[in-house]
């Protein structure tokens, strides 16, 4: 239904990256679960997300099972990984999590390039087109609403007061490991979900889209909206799932520059007092860098475009970790503040 | 005088050992129902250890912790405080990030009435639990006047009243027995004034006993009806106020430091 209607407005290619926000938005907000909202630092979501794919993706290819349902086996196959996992690895703190984590989703990719029934190395082919923009909206909406919901109640309370303090959620009757591994084996739910509504919208599964980088990817959407915000996750899923798409082009790569240097402009200034002045100069001064860029290094853009990608992508990654810890959902707060007090006329 | 009351915690021949440190050398203390009681002594003699001990987030090394009449020595923080012994931190240890409010509830985790369902799917119960646990909150809040600020951020607040969302964060878990290390640090002397009549007013509202830890004389003289002298680790003496105060090898312990009881 929405996909027709905005197939009206938008390109196919258009409505698939809108599917792949939907897709990203589901992953960044559950591994937000654990690392933003509970302090873990899980660096394996990828392989939460294959096991949900393959295991989708077996049931609907060998027995046909309903994509609802076969996408909720996924989704619990996911979550019992999860438990396995969570039980012995969250005794574990800061970089040994990490590490053990990233150690388990290595192995689930190795895994399943032995696995021969679900195509191994050469990838599972043929999965049925059993998923769509409006499904992926429709999971994407339950699941953000979920999860909101699960971070406003005691549960989101208990996963904070152990990211902000062990020992006194402890002593204040917190289960700290039982909090912690339920975080990890929802986070891992959701990201099966996500997983396969993936496989089943590509058709297509390869156990390298779940190696390192797919979960570093996703662990920078939500550095870069600002972790334990769930708004933040979305944000960052949206900006990490539009911007290599637009790096892919000369224009993309231009208005990407201008959009980095704007934020960067920006974060630099809010630190010191609020001044319209300040940012007219901030304009300008961004606007005049772009006019340079244009003239003078069209060509050099144009033959490293592929690097550029990679470099934008560190330098607003440091610009954001050195200057703004909160993320963009930080910086949206931070700027409405003194806009909206100006508006009010104070 | 100690005879005829009933134990609520009782410490039986406690010791800890850090490697080869003896932090708690065969310590015999009890708290009774409804006690205001005192453990006092020099900076480094234990007292935290032995709060740590109480409270699980230490195994003794020796002898038993006994709480209504169980031996709870070893058991997880949480199990503890979920029987009913709520503490406070000698530095303070807040969830800086959360409001005040957020703070409390935290403690109420253990009493909430609704499970995962119910809290995703925003169920009734949710509701009605939830608002259930704020009311209480909020009635804590308000005994300790600090209600106006339940909405702030923890962090943000000054020192005296983290101090206060502090013991407003134990109080929520509604325990039997609460543990206060060093509440009026860093007060001033207005607030220490307060801060004295809270800990009456705990007492009687709340219906808790409470273990005082506290380096300001005036507070434990003022407040405590019992004291537990500890030095490197072993009790040096134990009694009334004037008891202590003029016990010579208290004064000896602390060498200087005047006792103004």
């Given amino acids: ?346 | 005088m100690l005879k005829g009351l009933k134990k609520l915690l009782e410490l039986k021949a406690v010791s800890k050992n850090f490697g080869g440190l003896r932090a708690v050398n065969h310590v015999d203390m009890f708290v009774p129902e409804g006690g205001l009681y005192g453990l006092i002594g020099p900076n480094g003699a234990g007292k935290t250890t032995i709060f740590n001990l109480i409270t699980g987030i230490y195994e003794p090394t020796e002898g038993e912790i006994i709480f209504d009449g169980e031996n709870i020595g070893g058991l997880q923080p949480h199990v503890i405080s979920r029987k009913g012994i709520a503490r406070t931190f000698q530095n303070i240890r807040l969830f800086k990030e959360l409001t005040v409010l957020e703070n409390v509830l935290i403690a109420r985790q253990a009493f909430k009435g609704y499970g995962l369902i119910s809290a995703m799917f925003r169920l009734p119960k949710y509701y009605r639990e939830e608002k259930k646990i704020k009311e209480e909150a909020m009635q804590i809040l308000s005994l300790l006047g600090i209600a106006d600020k339940a909405n702030f951020k923890a962090g943000a607040l000054p020192y005296g009243e983290q101090r206060l969302t502090e013991i407003a964060r134990a109080l929520a878990l509604k325990p039997k027995l609460i543990l206060l290390d060093e509440p009026a640090a860093g007060m001033n002397p207005a607030e220490t004034e307060n801060l004295m009549e809270l800990i009456k007013r705990i007492r009687s509202d709340f219906k808790t006993s409470v273990l005082l830890i506290e380096h300001d004389m005036k507070v434990v003289m003022g407040v405590c009806e019992y004291i537990y002298v500890l030095d490197y680790g072993s009790l040096i003496s134990e009694g009334t106020p004037e008891e202590v105060s003029k016990d010579p090898k208290v004064i000896e312990a602390y060498l200087g430091e005047q006792l103004n009881a």
């Avoid at chain 1, 938005?25 to 096991?51: K, P």
């Avoid at chain 1, 599972?124 to 909406?141: K, Q, R, Y």
């Avoid at chain 1, 089943?200 to 390869?206: G, S």
């Avoid at chain 1, 290094?297 to 475009?305: C, E, F, L, N, P």
């Fill in chain 1, 1 to 346: 239904m929405m996909e027709q209607l905005l197939l009206n407005f938008l390109s196919s290619y258009q409505i698939q990256v809108l599917s792949f926000i939907g897709i990203f938005t589901i992953l960044a907000i559950s591994l937000d679960i654990v690392n933003g909202y509970t302090g873990q630092f899980s660096i394996g979501h990828a392989g939460f997300m294959a096991v949900g794919g393959y295991v989708a993706a077996y049931l609907t290819f060998y027995h046909q099972v309903p994509f609802i349902l076969a996408t909720l086996a996924g989704a619990f196959a996911a979550a019992f990984f999860g438990l396995l996992i969570g039980i012995p690895t969250l005794r574990l703190r800061g970089d040994y999590l990490a590490i053990a984590t990233l150690g388990f989703a290595e192995i689930i990719r190795v895994a399943i390039l032995n696995l021969d029934v679900v195509g191994g190395a050469r990838g599972f082919a043929g999965i049925a087109n059993l998923s769509n923009f409006d499904i992926v909206l429709v999971f994407t909406l339950v699941s953000f609403v979920l999860l909101f919901n699960f971070t406003r109640s005691a549960y989101g309370r208990a996963l904070q007061s152990i990211r902000e303090d062990e020992i006194a959620a402890e002593c204040m009757g917190v289960p700290t490991t039982y909090f912690k591994v339920l975080a990890f084996v929802i986070a891992a739910f959701f990201a099966g979900i996500a997983g396969s509504l993936y496989g089943h919208y590509l058709m297509f599964l390869h156990p390298n889209d779940f190696g390192l980088l797919r979960s570093i990817e996703i662990l920078l959407m939500i550095v870069l909206g600002g972790m334990g915000n769930l708004w933040g996750a979305f944000l960052g899923a949206i900006v990490l799932s539009i911007l290599p798409e637009a790096l892919r082009t000369y224009n993309g790569i231009v208005y990407t520059i201008i959009v980095v240097y704007l934020i960067g402009v920006v974060i630099s200034y809010q630190k010191g007092r609020y001044s319209l002045l300040k940012w007219i100069t901030g304009i300008v001064i961004a606007g005049l860098t772009v006019a340079a860029l244009l003239i003078f290094g069209k060509d050099i853009i144009v033959k490293y475009a592929g690097q550029m990608r990679m470099i934008i992508y560190s330098v607003l990654l440091i610009l954001m970790m050195l200057f703004q810890s909160s993320g963009l959902i930080g910086l949206a707060r931070d700027l409405a503040k003194p806009l909206s007090r100006k508006l009010r006329g104070a």
